[in-house]
T-cell receptor, first 116, second 110 residues
Framework: GAGVSQTPSNKVTEKGKYVELRCDPI?????LYWYRQSLGQGPEFLIY????????DSGLPNDRFFAVRPEGSVSTLKIQRTERGDSAVYLC??????????????FGPGTRLTVL | LAKTTQPISMDSYEGQEVNITCSHN???????ITWYQQFPSQGPRFIIQ???TKVTNEVASLFIPADRKSSTLSLPRVSLSDTAVYYC???????????FGTGTSLTVIP
């Protein structure tokens, strides 16, 4: 079956602009995760959804970042007033069950965001 | 945070067995240990997961001592296509966060 997909694959924007990044999880997966990965670093947790609700958003760096998952499937990560420091690869992952510690997370290819 | 410590990089020749050790001194009783592999421009990919002793699948083995404060990923007879970054993770609290760390960059040499 299809894996996790993310669009766009690349996004270039100017400082101060608003961007939306989309994630389509694997069908039937109830848990969805967003991570941010900077060059040479491992993925950094941002937010975790269980169904439609954000079960843990403690990784969001500030209030310019927001994510939604209104129907419990597709999720959108929204970044307001982008800054150059937001440039990174944004990864989405989904898992089958309730997001327990043993769940295998399946990752998408990521969206490379560049803020000029 | 249940952080992990791994070597930053390793080199190996084709055909050799590679062992990557990860330290996780603060692992919680109910936490599992999971390893992911990441190629450039791709998301991480699940390799193997275990709780204690030894786990083996078609691509790797995972050795976990009784105190569970470390684990070793073993890749038998590596090939050039195994060149990647390998991350060791432990589960993180009720928020289901995972701490990836910087991983181990494995380079397989012909």
């Amino acid at each position: 079956g299809a894996g996790v997909s993310q669009t766009p694959s690349n996004k270039v924007t100017e400082k101060g602009k608003y961007v939306e990044l989309r994630c389509d999880p694997i069908s039937g997966h109830t848990a969805l995760y967003w991570y941010r990965q900077s060059l040479g670093q491992g993925p950094e947790f941002l937010i975790y959804f269980q169904g439609t609700g954000a079960a843990d958003d403690s990784g969001l760096p500030n209030d310019r970042f927001f994510a939604v998952r209104p129907e419990g499937s597709v999720s959108t990560l929204k970044i307001q007033r982008t800054e150059r420091g937001d440039s990174a690869v944004y990864l989405c992952a989904s898992s089958l069950t309730a997001g327990g510690r043993t769940d295998t997370q399946y990752f998408g290819p990521g969206t490379r965001l560049t803020v000029l | 945070l249940a952080k992990t410590t791994q070597p930053i990089s390793m080199d190996s020749y084709e055909g050799q067995e590679v062992n990557i050790t990860c330290s996780h001194n603060n692992i919680a009783t109910n936490d599992y240990i999971t390893w992911y592999q990441q190629f450039p421009s791709q998301g991480p990919r699940f390799i193997i997961q275990g709780y204690k002793t030894k786990v083996t699948n078609e691509v790797a083995s995972l050795f976990i001592p009784a105190d569970r404060k470390s684990s070793t990923l073993s890749l038998p007879r590596v090939s050039l296509s195994d060149t990647a970054v390998y991350y060791c993770l432990v589960g993180e609290g009720v928020g289901n966060q995972f701490y990836f760390g910087t991983g181990t960059s494995l380079t397989v040499i012909p």
